[in-house]
């Protein structure tokens, strides 16, 4: 079975742009969630989707959204970036809600310039 | 809001050496998750415990979760270099799963 796919693997962006990162979960899984990982701050919870429906919310401005079409895969937007919006950004999927193991994509690394 | 703290954050050991690695919430968790990322890589599950006072053993690591499901701990048993890498507790509470800072062990050959 395929992992989970996240594309691009690698982002370069400016200041004021904007930013689409996408999300593929392993087939089956129904649930995908968003984290933000940096050196100073971890893993941090973005969001996480189930049937296309936001569940669970992190402590992200509005500037962050995501969204999860019917075949469940995933994509987290950026809007007016920001220089500490730089992070890896990993996308996990998983059978149910958070409470089941999460399986992580390989992320995808902005930076902002 | 919910807090997950993990100590240490960093640990450095002598290969054969033991380590143990700290997880403690502010509030009373419905589950814990243990995943270990390698260095580039991403984070992979390792196990998750539900019941209070719950152990697991996976052949040189243990996990523990606490009387009261609000601490837990990893520990690992002669540790080797293939051990490297940074673990995380991540608890689970009202649909959340909340990821603690991480610790990163180095292992000396």
């Known amino acids: 079975k395929a992992g989970v796919t996240q594309t691009p693997r690698y982002l370069i962006k400016t200041r004021g742009q904007q930013v689409t990162l996408s999300c593929s979960p392993i087939s089956g899984h129904r649930s995908v969630s968003w984290y933000q990982q940096t050196p100073g701050q971890g893993l941090q919870f973005l969001f996480e989707y189930f049937s296309e429906t936001q569940r669970n919310k992190g402590n992200f401005p509005g500037r962050f959204s995501g969204r999860q079409f019917s075949n469940s895969r995933s994509e987290m937007n950026v809007s007016t970036l920001e220089l500490g919006d730089s992070a890896l950004y990993l996308c996990a999927s998983s059978l149910g809600l958070s409470s089941y193991e999460q399986y992580f994509g390989p992320g995808t690394r902005l930076t902002v310039t | 809001g919910q807090q997950v703290m993990q100590i240490p954050q960093y640990q450095h050991v002598q290969e054969g050496e033991d380590f143990t690695t700290y997880c403690n919430s502010s509030t009373t968790l419905s589950n814990i998750q243990w995943y270990k990322q390698r260095p580039g890589g991403h984070p992979v599950f390792l196990i998750q415990?539900?019941?209070?006072?719950e152990v697991k053993k996976q052949k040189r690591l243990t996990f523990q979760f606490g009387e009261a499901k609000k601490n837990s701990s990893l520990h690992i048993t002669a540790t080797q270099t293939t051990d490297v890498g940074t673990y995380f507790c991540a608890g689970g509470n009202t649909g959340k799963l909340i990821f603690g800072q991480g610790t990163t062990l180095q292992v000396k050959p």
């Open positions: 415990l539900v019941k209070s006072g």
